[in-house]
């Protein structure tokens, strides 16, 4: 356990608005270029099914981009499995995937996913990538995820999120109690513990006070903030709100 959390930039979104008008601007492989510099430790980017975002050709330019460890989102499908070890990134984190969906809507049903996960999850430890499943901060879900073998957890802090910008205090409170319970379990499990998804300026401090956490991830706050001021200063304001925290 280490008093600095690390923070993992998501460039899925600049993807996003590339792919909105076609071509090659806004650059990818610049906005990793871009985080690396900012002080990110780290580059996640999700590979859907239907490439809304991320592209294929897009690993390897992020991958000469920047010195980074890479995290690698995708669904536990064949095709993605055999993409994942192809490429090698540092981390492959299992997320769960729907078609239909704006953006990743709850955590993977790891005890659910047990025979599909296991033999990828040992395939791709072998192949030199850690592996990471991105699930609720639900006990029976984290000792699933030891069970298969998972390097590291990460706890889905949507829902706390969207209680504090609702004003549910309580609620939120309870929440975020229960993410700090997990990630004390996670410990103990021998597991690492890591969390995200729609945490913002307001909302990133409490989570990333947690002692045991060791990363988060934060991408689509952060390319939104940096319309206005800039992809670089947003995240250099999102490094300082967790050293703060963690101060």
Request: net charge negative; glycine share 6%.
């Amino acid at each position: 356990m280490t008093n600095r959390i690390r923070l993992g930039v998501n460039i899925d979104h600049v993807a996003t608005i590339r792919n909105a008008r076609g071509g090659a601007h806004p650059d990818i492989a610049r906005a990793a270029q871009v985080a690396t510099e900012a002080g990110a430790d780290g580059i996640t980017f999700h590979l859907r099914e239907d490439r809304r975002h991320i592209m294929d050709p897009d690993l390897q330019a992020i991958r000469a981009a920047t010195h980074l460890p890479i995290n690698m989102e995708t669904a536990a499908t064949d095709e993605m499995h055999v993409i994942a070890m192809d490429f090698k990134p540092e981390t492959v984190m299992f997320v769960p995937e729907k078609r239909q969906e704006r953006t990743t809507e709850g955590g993977l049903n790891a005890a659910r996913e047990h025979n599909k996960l296991v033999p990828m999850i040992r395939m791709l430890k072998d192949n030199g990538s850690r592996v990471s499943l991105f699930i609720e901060p639900d006990p029976v879900q984290l000792i699933a995820a030891q069970r298969m073998g998972a390097d590291i957890t990460e706890f889905h802090t949507g829902r706390f999120v969207e209680l504090t910008l609702a004003g549910e205090k309580e609620l939120a409170a309870a929440e975020l109690e229960r993410i700090a319970d997990c990630a004390k379990r996670a410990i103990d499990l021998g597991i690492e513990p890591q969390a995200g998804h729609g945490l913002t300026y307001e909302t990133v401090q409490p989570v990333a006070a947690i002692p045991e956490l060791t990363e988060l991830n934060i991408g689509h706050f952060l390319i939104g903030e940096a319309v206005f001021v800039g992809l670089e200063a947003s995240i250099k304001r999102m490094r300082e709100l967790m050293d703060e925290a963690r101060a």
